[in-house]
Structures are given as C-alpha cells and as structure tokens.
C-alpha cells in the first residue's frame, strides 16, 4: 500500500517548456487535489476532481491544466512553464470530504 | 467568504511544557476542521479532525484539539512538547461548497528547544 505517489520528485525547467506531474493513490479514493506550496503562503489550490470524470478549478488555475485519467490518476500540466511557477507541488486524495493523504512533493524550478 | 488564519508564524517551547498552535476560521454552516504537521521535505500529515460530538478532540503523537464555536476556534493543543514535534503545523477547513474543497492555514512553525 503506496499511499499516494508522484513523480518526479524533482523537475528544473526554462521558461516557456512543459511538462506533466504524475500522481497516483491506491487508497481507491473518490476525490484528488493538487496544490502548491510557496513559503508564507500554505497550501494553495490549483485543481481537484471531486470524482472520477469531474475536475474543477481552485483557488490557483491559471496556467495550469489537469487530467484525471482514471480513479487512480491524477495528473497536473504546465503548458508554458514561467519563473512564477517555480514552487513545490503536492498532490493529494481523499474519500469524500474527509481527511487527505498527501503525496511527498514535486519540487519544481523554472529559470 | 470562507477562510482559515493561523495568528502565530511561529511557536517556540521549551520541551516538556504545553504547548498551543491557535486557528480561527470562517466557514458557513458546520465546519469540518483539520490539523496536518508537515515535517521537512515531506508531504503533509493528517493530525486530527473534528466533525462533530465531542469539542475535544484527540488524534496522533498525544496532539488534541478544541473546538469553540462561539469562538469559531480550534486550536492544536499538547500537554507536554517534545524535541521531536518540532515542525510546520496547517489548521484547514472544509467548504461547503461541492467537490469538499479545504482551504488550508498558512501554517504555524513549531520549534521546541531541548
């Protein structure tokens, strides 16, 4: 029992690449989350998926986008990496609207 | 609007002596209320909830929390502190909205000093 994974756990992109971040749960929870971490600033909410086939935006979207491939996947996008980006991101699951169990983290540097 | 505020940035204890991390929040209707310890360069850990029932609550490591409702408070609480639970603390609150998004404090760093 994994818990819930992402890859990478370090990524050091330029301005204006992509890239996706992984994550994973085997806790076959309904919902998921990706955040992101900046200091002074706690979590901050980028997408969830309430349940398999439903994603929405939270409190931070933009220049963002997110699949959620299956119950198990949920995956984050950066279409145009900007220095703004730079930041540790954290995925998350959780049954529904209950505690969530967090992935270790991607640490993310855009140059 | 909806929202979490931790006062302090950050606690400093002396181990052995209680130890307070405070949270108010603002949320309509019931409230679902989460403390998670983040220990450094790990992912968030899930502390305790409440619910409802009981204004005391207890979760992991010795950790409680009380919630007031008049106060709309619900500060992580532990008898005696150790070196060990020195870390970043996030009170959060579920919204009741759809989808069960949380909104998380800004955090509290707790360092307790031998």
């Known amino acids: 029992n994994a818990g819930v994974t992402q890859t990478p756990k370090f990524q050091v992109l330029k301005t204006g690449q992509s890239m996706t971040l992984q994550c994973a749960q085997d806790m076959n929870h309904n919902s998921m989350y990706w955040y992101r971490q900046d200091p002074g600033m706690g979590l901050r909410l980028i997408y969830y998926s309430a349940s398999e086939g439903t994603t929405d935006k939270g409190e931070v979207p933009n220049g963002y986008n997110v699949s959620r491939l299956n119950k198990r996947e949920f995956s984050l996008r950066l279409e145009s990496a900007a220095p703004s980006q730079t930041s540790v991101y954290f995925c998350?699951?959780?049954?529904?609207?209950?505690?969530?169990?967090f992935g270790p983290g991607t640490r993310l540097t855009v140059t | 609007a909806q929202s979490v505020a931790q006062p302090e940035d950050q606690v400093n204890v002396a181990e052995g002596n209680p130890l307070t991390v405070k949270c108010t929040y603002s949320v309509s209707g019931n409230p679902y209320l989460f403390w998670y310890v983040q220990y450094p360069n790990r992912g968030l850990q899930f502390l305790l909830k409440y619910i409802t029932g009981d204004n005391l609550v207890k979760g992991s490591y010795g950790f409680e929390a009380e919630f007031n409702k008049s106060q709309t408070s619900f500060h992580l609480k532990k008898p005696s502190a150790l070196v060990s639970d020195s870390a970043l603390y996030f009170c959060a609150v579920r919204v009741n909205t759809g989808g069960f998004k949380t909104i998380f404090g800004a955090g509290t760093r707790l360092f307790v000093k031998a």
């Open positions: 998350a699951s959780s049954a529904q609207g209950d505690e969530q169990y």
